[in-house]
């Protein structure tokens, strides 16, 4: 059956919706069978308390993952602007020191930013695994 109220399939048996609250058809049946005024079951406060944490840590896990997304991207822009700025200078030396020296600095140049893109990219990528973990753990 579906829910009056917000359009949910739930089940057939059930009291109340558990999506939004609202009443079903079986609760005026359950409601005048048993002469009882009140549809909840004594684990209803535990339940309601369970559900309001639950929320609670479902929010900040999304705001964990933004600002970790938003940090990430941040560095991500500085490292652009200050790898950009740099030049990789043109040499004419024909001094084997020197141009030894020159080849160690790019290398380390190039690593350096590869280093700096790495943990953005590894970033991105916990956060993928994290949003198909949470859309499995929620099924």
């Keep these: 059956m579906f829910c009056s109220k917000c359009g949910k399939e739930i089940m057939d048996e059930a009291v109340i919706c ?10 005026q049946a359950t409601n005048t069978a048993q002469n009882t005024t009140s549809i909840y079951s004594e684990d209803y406060p535990i339940i309601k308390n369970f559900a309001d944490v ?9 705001i964990a993952a933004v600002l ?3 940090i990430g991207l941040i560095f991500s822009i500085i490292i652009w602007i200050t790898t950009s700025k740099v030049k990789i200078p043109e040499i004419t ?3 084997p020191n020197e ?5 160690s600095a790019k ?7 590869a280093l700096a893109i790495l943990p953005v990219a590894a970033l991105c990528l916990c956060f993928s695994i994290g949003i198909f973990i949470g859309m499995f753990m929620a099924l």
């Design 18 to 27: 558990p999506n939004c609250g609202c009443a079903t058809n079986n609760y």
């Design 54 to 62: 639950a929320k609670n840590i479902k929010t900040l896990g999304i």
């Design 99 to 103: 141009i030894a020296e020159f080849e």
């Design 68 to 70: 970790m997304l938003g």
């Design 107 to 113: 290398r380390n140049y190039n690593l350096g930013k």
């Design 93 to 95: 030396t024909t001094n």
